[in-house]
């Protein structure tokens, strides 16, 4: 299985559970930001955004209830798309797309709940 369909996989899967409530913040030693989003009854609600230690975007992704659900986006380092695909219940489901840095696209997959 392609090195990228397993990273996005296996960021579908993960779950964490936070003890408070409210909007969240993670960072990097350097201080940057490296992730922001919201926590509602301990689990990651709404969007969530991801950046690279340089501090431009690399991710953002939807929950609800603590599983990814919705459009997730990846970039490039340069800002450029990487990826875009869907989840629905924590599982990939749908048209996944990755890109060339250049643009083109580096392939199409379809997934079924997570198949």
Known sequence: MNKFIFCVVLCLLCSITYSQDGPKKTLYPNGKVKETGLVKNGKKEGEWREFYESGKLQRVRFFINGQVDGVIRQYFESGKLKAIGSAKGGQ???????YYENGG?????NMNEGK
């Open 92 to 98: 990939p489901d749908g048209e996944i797309q990755e």
């Open 105 to 109: 696209i580096k392939m199409i997959i």
